[in-house]
């Protein structure tokens, strides 16, 4: 009995588990902008506590998925396209800065962890893995930041991505977004390879400013959708 309680309890979803489903659900429009979300309701619902609902929501806040205001709760965010576009515009800022400092002074050790990501990433598409390529491409994303060996640029481009990274999920899903990733991933690797900063910083402004691009037609799509 104590055997299959455990095996219960593992079955239970963890807040990063929960934190997907209410995105999904959010961005889906099965929980439509200004609905309410409880913590109770919702830890019933999954069948947990209140503290991974909480968790949850506060990440969801920080992501701008979610509005928690003082004495009223949680609420869906409506989403906002031109919001959305103004942070990709200065993601792609601090991105292009991280590739500009890696291509001077990633060393050897980091150029070729570099390469292996993008290998990766590139095998992850080939095989239409969306969720292993994601995985792939935050840690390719990541290992140019921590290339930058700025760590104060590191810190600011990992809190934004972060808060992003929701409509950077659902982007990775649209047709053929992977294989033009994999084709401007390479590009920026032999920018930076080649210790062209000038390029590396402009290759990778240039990728982020299309997932910018991408990312408005998904909410512009889901706001249609939520209208009619």
């Given amino acids: 009995m104590g055997q299959t309680a455990d095996a219960k309890e593992r079955l239970l979803p963890s807040s990063s588990t ?3 489903l209410l995105e999904d659900e959010i961005l889906s ?6 609905t309410r979300l409880d913590e109770q309701s919702l830890a019933n619902r999954f069948r947990v506590s209140r503290t991974p609902v909480r968790e949850a929501l506060r990440h969801l806040c920080s992501s701008g998925l979610v509005e928690i205001r003082r004495n009223q709760g949680a609420t869906v965010r409506r989403l906002n396209t031109g919001e959305l576009i103004e942070m990709f515009q200065v993601m792609a800022e601090l991105e292009g800065l991280c590739a500009r400092l890696s291509a001077r002074r990633m060393n050897e050790t980091e150029l070729a962890r570099m390469r292996e990501l993008h290998d990766v990433c ?8 969306h969720e292993a390529f994601f995985e792939a491409n935050n840690a390719f994303h990541e290992a140019i930041s921590d290339g ?3 760590s104060f640029l590191q810190e600011e481009t990992r809190k934004l ?8 999920w659902h982007i990775t899903f649209q047709p053929r977004r992977m294989t033009r990733s994999i084709a401007e991933h ?3 690797v032999e920018a930076i390879e080649s210790g062209d900063d000038e390029m590396a910083h402009r290759l990778m402004r240039e990728h982020v400013d299309l997932l910018a691009g991408s990312a408005a037609d998904v909410i512009t799509a889901l706001n249609l959708r939520t209208a009619s």
């Fill in 29 to 34: 429009n099965t929980l439509q902008p200004g």
């Fill in 18 to 20: 929960l934190i997907r």
């Fill in 148 to 150: 930058s060996r700025n």
């Fill in 186 to 188: 390479l590009r920026i």
């Fill in 161 to 168: 991505r972060n808060r992003i990274n929701v409509y950077r």
């Fill in 122 to 129: 590139a095998a992850r598409a080939s095989e239409g893995k």
